[in-house]
């Protein structure tokens, strides 16, 4: 069983930025791919980014490539979601999720755990 929970997100304006991160409880974070995805109202939630269990690989989606970094440290059981250049699109829950395995994902029906979402608000 795997336990995660979201840091607070926030208010910015366009262009700001802002990090998220993510705490994941139990002994065997380092077994899971982490990713990142969103929810904006009236719209299903869609992949943004995701690091496979070691860190050395990443994928990210096509809108926010660029803009948005992700990054773990197993050492803390911790991922983290860097957004710059934020834009008002950005705006939805974003949810942290757990996928037992060698792979990372892109499907949320991969992930096997997720958190309880937390709300980014970009400003125009």
């Known amino acids: 069983q795997v336990q995660l929970v979201e840091s607070d997100g926030g208010l910015v304006q366009a262009g700001g930025s802002l990090r998220l991160s993510c705490a994941a409880s139990?002994?065997?974070?380092?077994?899971?791919?982490m990713g990142w995805f969103r929810q904006a109202p009236g719209k299903e939630r869609e992949f943004v980014a995701t690091?496979?269990?070691?860190?050395?690989?990443?994928d990210y989606a096509d809108s926010v490539k660029g803009r948005f970094t992700i990054s773990r440290d197993n050492a803390k059981n911790t991922v983290f979601l860097q957004m710059n250049s934020l834009k008002p699109e950005d705006t939805a829950v974003y949810y942290c999720?757990?996928?037992?395995?060698?792979?990372?994902?892109?499907?949320?029906?991969?992930?096997?755990?997720w958190g309880q979402g937390t709300q980014v608000t970009v400003s125009s």
């Open positions: 999720a757990a996928h037992y395995g060698a792979s990372w994902p892109r499907s949320r029906s991969e992930y096997d755990y």
């Open positions: 690091i496979s269990w070691s860190g050395g690989s990443t």
């Open positions: 139990g002994r065997t974070f380092s077994s899971y791919a």
